[in-house]
Structures are given as structure tokens and as C-alpha cells.
């Protein structure tokens, strides 16, 4: 339970907020592909998700601190071809170099073969979830929660009925997060399970 002087505040992600988030990236999402490239590079990543009109994110503060974050985008694809023009050169390069690595390149590969289309009834689903970070001083405390809400009822406000997100095979607590949230399997691609989101929690068969 969070104290009333602490109180939790859900606030769309804007540049003021972006060293926080940046930082909460790297410790909470070290893991990952995107962390690997570095500070320089997340802080472009989040600056265009702010810009561009694609873009969707929101922040968890509490007590005047970043406790969480959330970003999605309305049409992926679209969104990373803005992201790659607009890196600075000295992410660009780190992106590069990266690559060149064998397990950057076998990042890079698993990634594009888990981010390949979604299509649900004929459908392609073009919008998604991108990250989802909660320190861990405010689990268990509805951050996570009131985030994914949030990017939910901005989805239904543009319209957008339908988004996915990946999360590990290999984390059945994730899984149960998404699907108490709403979420229902799709497809499990090289260990990464995807989940699809419907407004109003509508059903359906998974296809295949």
C-alpha cells in the first residue's frame, strides 16, 4: 500500500521525465537488446516515442520520482523506421557496432523473427506494447497496474482496438500479469510468449 503522502501519480511521459525513465530502463530492463546499446541510445528512443504522433507512454511517479514506465506505439513498424532516421550518429554507430557482434547479430535475428506480424481474423495488429518498467521499491503496489491501464484507455482513445506485447516464455509471473490484465495468448515465438489486447476484453480463438 502506498502512504497518502506518497501518493501515485500516472502522468504521460514527457521530455522532463526522460533521464528517469532512462535510468529506470537500465536498471530494471538491463537485460534486454535495447539496454545493451546504452544510455545515449534509450534517451533517443524515448525523445522520438514523445515526438512522434505514433507514440504512447506514460510515467509512474511517486514522492516526485519515476517509479515506473510504460511505452507503446501505434504502429511498430512504422515507429522504428522513424527511430532509425532520427538516432544521432553516435547511436547509429553504437547500433552498427553492435551488430557486428555474434550475439548482438543473434539478437538482432531473434528479434526480428519474434517482432514479425501479428494477424488475428484476417487483421494485421499494427499497434503494441514497446516496455514496461516498475523499480523494485514499488512492486506489489498497482504500479504496473494503473501503467498498462493507462496505455489500454489511450489505445481505445485513438481508436485502436487491438495491441500486442512479448513477454519470456520463461516468466509465467509476467504471463499471469498480462492475462489478469486482460490479455490472451496468441502465439509463442522462440521463447517469447504474445499476448493481444482487446478493448472492451472481447474473445476470440487462437488462430493456428
Known amino acids: 500500500m502506498i502512504p ?7 502522468e504521460v511521459m514527457a521530455e522532463s521525465h526522460l ?21 545515449p541510445y ?6 522520438q516515442l514523445v515526438r512522434s504522433p505514433l507514440g504512447l507512454g506514460f510515467v509512474a511517479v511517486i514522492d516526485r520520482q519515476v ?12 515507429f522504428q523506421r522513424e527511430l532509425f532516421w532520427h538516432l544521432s550518429a553516435s547511436s547509429r554507430l553504437t547500433l552498427l ?13 531473434i528479434t ?25 521499491s514499488a512492486l506489489g503496489q498497482g ?21 500486442h506485447l512479448n513477454t519470456l516464455v520463461s516468466d509465467p509471473q509476467g504471463q499471469a500479469f498480462y492475462r489478469a490484465l486482460g490479455f490472451q495468448l496468441w502465439r509463442v515465438r522462440f521463447g517469447n510468449a504474445i499476448f493481444i489486447h ?11
Not at 497518502?4 to 500516472?10: A, S, V
Open 97 to 109: 557496432r553492435r551488430l557486428l557482434t555474434p550475439r548482438g547479430f543473434g539478437q538482432f535475428v
Open 143 to 163: 504500479v504496473g497496474r494503473s501503467l498498462v491501464n493507462a496505455i489500454s484507455a489511450e489505445m481505445r482513445r485513438r481508436g485502436i482496438a487491438r495491441y
Open 19 to 39: 533521464p528517469q525513465v532512462v535510468s529506470q530502463h537500465l536498471k530494471v530492463l538491463g537485460h534486454t537488446f535495447n539496454a545493451s546499446l546504452g544510455a
Open 67 to 78: 517509479k515506473g514506465f510504460v511505452s507503446a506505439t501505434a504502429d511498430s513498424a512504422q
Open 42 to 47: 534509450l534517451l533517443n528512443l524515448y525523445q
Open 112 to 136: 526480428l523473427l519474434v517482432n514479425r506480424p501479428v494477424t488475428l481474423e484476417g487483421q494485421r495488429i499494427q499497434a503494441s506494447l514497446l516496455t514496461l518498467g516498475v523499480d523494485s
Open 4 to 10: 497518502e503522502q506518497e501518493r501515485l501519480l500516472i
Open 198 to 208: 482487446t478493448s472492451g476484453g472481447g474473445r476470440w480463438k487462437v488462430e493456428g
